[in-house]
Nanobody, 126 residues
Framework: VQLQASGGGLVQAGDSLRLSCAAS????????MGWFRQAPGKEREVVAA????????VYADSVKGRFTIAGDAARNTVFLQMNSLKPGDTAVYYC????????????????????WGQGTLVTVSS
């Protein structure tokens, strides 16, 4: 599975951005898709994730109510709509796919995702 993320940029606090992640290759192998982010000096953390089969989603507490993850199975693309952006959202955002099989719950840990995109930088100025 190859993942291509896009949509990052420089915005002001309160603005919105939409990230896209296009998957190609053995896309039928992936069960879950996730967006992670990593700020300088911090560990990579999950932002949101979605199950392809059920459409169920999970979010980090810090983005609940502001970010929305959605998948378009026909286009093998996952989106992350980010509203009311804050300076604390500044990070490199990565999309990832998990092909380890059906889990009890949507994986939140980076080590449970085995395919990664190249990352797209989101910078939110105050």
């Amino acid at each position: 599975v190859q993942l291509q993320a896009s949509g990052g940029g420089l915005v002001q606090a309160g603005d919105s951005l939409r990230l896209s992640c296009a998957a190609s290759g053995r896309t039928f192998d992936s069960y879950y898709m996730g967006w992670f982010r990593q700020a300088p000096g911090k560990e990579r953390e999950v932002v949101a994730a979605i199950s392809w089969s059920s459409g169920n989603t999970v979010y980090a507490d810090s983005v609940k109510g502001r970010f929305t993850i959605a998948g378009d199975a026909a286009r093998n693309t996952v989106f992350l709509q980010m509203n009311s952006l804050k300076p604390g959202d500044t990070a490199v955002y990565y999309c990832a796919a998990s092909s380890f099989g059906v889990a009890v719950s949507i994986p939140r840990s980076a080590h449970l995702y085995n395919y990664w995109g190249q990352g797209t930088l989101v910078t939110v100025s105050s």
